[in-house]
């Protein structure tokens, strides 16, 4: 069984348990990571909003790698875009994101190399830049 399996299914909730907010809780109660507050209580209110944030929200507390390891952030881009965020895994070799996707509302797990058939590729690779992840 992997970590991730028991997030699988879990409801989608727009700002309660969304990808964001999956994102979070699987580095802090998974891997143990201290995320910096700004990151954890305020989400703004639309999604082009949201998406400016979280670009923001990736260069202030992260540090972008080419070598993912398992919990590192898969930022995604939908519509040419960086608009979603999930959780890096690999699941019996095979390089997965686990996210919460508003369109399946439920948390599910890809194949990286499947990311295309739901509109999505990744933009990056990240890890938390401990530094800088304090509050602005």
């Known amino acids: 069984m992997h970590w991730s399996d028991k997030y699988i299914g879990k409801p989608y909730v727009l700002g309660e ?27 703004e209110n639309t999604r082009l909003k949201r998406v400016h944030q979280l670009r923001e929200l990736s260069m202030q507390a992260t540090e972008k790698t080419d070598n993912p390891v398992e919990g590192d952030i898969v930022l995604m881009n939908c519509r040419a ?5 999930g959780v890096y895994c690999t699941v019996d070799k095979e390089p ?4 919460s996707m508003e369109n399946a509302k439920m948390v599910v797990r ?27």
């Not at 580095?27 to 201290?34: M, P």
């Open 17 to 43: 348990a969304d990808c964001a907010a999956l994102t979070i809780d699987v580095i802090e109660q998974e891997f143990k990571g201290t995320l910096p507050e700004f990151c954890k209580t305020y989400r």
């Open 81 to 85: 875009r960086p608009s979603h965020i």
């Open 96 to 99: 997965s994101v686990l996210h």
């Open 110 to 136: 890809h194949k990286i190399r499947d990311l295309q058939r739901y509109f999505l590729s990744v933009e990056g690779y990240y890890k938390w830049n401990k530094q800088n992840s304090q509050n602005p």
